[in-house]
């Protein structure tokens, strides 16, 4: 059920980017609401849960969320094309791939000190694809340079949304390898977009949003401009 609850969300938000955010504009949206009732039907939800579950998404494309190194807030509902893309597929190519290393240099960079379950020992060689739920493009001022930034959804239960069991949850599941892999993807990607300008100074970060905690459960994952030069030397696309 939780994972069948995970992709339905997703795809819920992958729906309402694409069509702009309709529930945003219009709270009685009925393709919204139709596919909300579906859920609801499908997760045999009764009528108080049904709305609690409608009144939780309407608030969710119009949550705030923070920018990351700003005060600056945005809501959901403002990301839009031509700055935002939805399911960016990405593959990397991972020759020499070694779980031990990464795990080593990932524990380094990320939350050092803090206990995470260890990958699995394996070599790799070959390509490694994926898909980043939210990539968009920010400023943290009127005339700064442009920045680009992963927003992941996250469907899991949570104690609470203080920072510290949010990056618990984080490394529990080993969320933040799939920071670095998404950091190194757009790494390559701003390379070859923009040859003549670093790419590391050009990615903000990565955020995990815990939808259930709103605006709440975001906790964004910097990616050491090293780490990721590190990567993309030690494995060549």
Known sequence: ????VGVAIHTW????????????????HAASLAQIERMAVAW???????????????ELVKAELPLPQSDQRF??????????????PFTLGLKGFDARQLDQWVGQAIAPGQPRPALQAQQFEGLLTGVMDLVFAHQ?????????????YKTNRIANCEPQTLMQAVLAHRYDVQAVMYALAMHRLLKHRYP??????????VMFWFVRGLADGALWITVPPPLIQQLDKAWPS
């Open 140 to 152: 943290t001022e009127p005339d700064s340079p442009q920045r680009y930034a992963v927003l992941d």
């Open 75 to 88: 809501e959901l509902c403002h990301l839009r094309a031509p700055k935002a893309w939805a399911e960016m």
């Open 196 to 205: 003549h300008s670093p790419a590391t100074q050009q990615l903000s970060g």
């Open 13 to 28: 938000l992958e729906w309402q980017f694409n069509h702009g955010w309709p529930l945003a504009q219009d709270p009685d």
């Open 44 to 58: 045999q939800l009764k009528p108080a849960a049904h709305q609690r579950l409608l009144t939780r998404l309407r």
């Open 1 to 4: 059920m939780a994972s069948n």
